[in-house]
């Protein structure tokens, strides 16, 4: 089955620490997208990117960083300058106008320990 | 910049009533989505709405677009606990690059 596979589930980070999260989608869309999720807020974009080798910066991109290599993978990296990381990580792609135009990932939980 | 608002943010209804959440928009859109989110979990797609006056309905869910006033509602009729979950609006813009932002969400708590 077509989906979107974000990886790990859960991650814990220590202070001062770079994590990458993983994101693969077997739909052949085009786009995919990061956003970020805090307790009892929307979701704000982080990253997005609407071909292979070329991203863009969303709303909230400072202390993250991505790459697009291939179609099939977008994967975030938050850094040390991220000094509030801890959120539920959503990423997502899309091909438009229909009623799943836009695919989520399960999600990935980060907590700074 | 555009914004998106919601209201009410926290929704606490009986089963069996009807109400209404509305979505409101700052900038003339393409598309407007509607999703709904379980605690700890992923958005699961309920409607996109394509057009002025689109309206879509799925069991106690219906979903309707006014892009002259910028504003989207979402219907529940005869809520039921099942309904219980947290209702995201997106806005689409289109262009060189498209992209979906969100609005606050509206937490919908149903009691028996």
């Known amino acids: 089955d077509g989906g979107i596979t974000q990886s790990p589930k859960y991650l814990f980070r220590k202070e001062g620490q770079n994590v990458t999260l993983s994101c693969e989608q077997n739909?052949?869309?085009?786009?995919m997208y990061w956003y970020r999720q805090d307790p009892g807020q929307g979701l704000r974009l982080i990253y997005y990117s609407q071909i292979v080798n070329d991203f863009q910066k969303g709303d909230i991109a400072e202390g993250y960083s991505v790459s697009r290599e291939k179609k099939e993978s977008f994967p975030l990296t938050v850094t040390s300058a991220q000094k509030n990381p801890t959120a539920f990580y959503l990423c997502?792609?899309?091909?438009?106008?229909?009623?799943?135009?836009?695919?989520f990932g399960s999600g990935t939980r980060l907590t700074v320990v | 910049e555009l914004k998106v608002e919601q209201n009410p943010l926290f929704l606490s209804m009986q089963e069996g009533k009807n109400y209404t959440i509305y979505c409101n928009y700052s900038?003339?859109?393409?598309?407007l989505y509607w999703y709904r989110q379980d605690p700890g979990k992923s958005l699961e797609s309920l409607f996109v709405?394509?057009?002025?006056?689109a309206v879509k309905q799925e069991g106690r869910l219906m979903a309707s677009l006014d892009t002259k006033a910028r504003l989207s509602t979402l219907h529940i009729t005869a809520a039921v606990h099942d309904l219980s979950a947290t209702y995201f609006c997106a806005v689409e813009i289109t262009g060189t690059a498209s992209k979906l932002t969100f609005g606050t969400g509206t937490r919908l708590q149903v009691t028996l």
């Open positions: 709405l394509l057009s002025n006056g």
């Open positions: 900038t003339t859109s393409d598309r």
């Open positions: 739909l052949n869309h085009d786009a």
């Open positions: 997502a792609s899309s091909v438009h106008g229909t009623r799943d135009g836009y695919t």
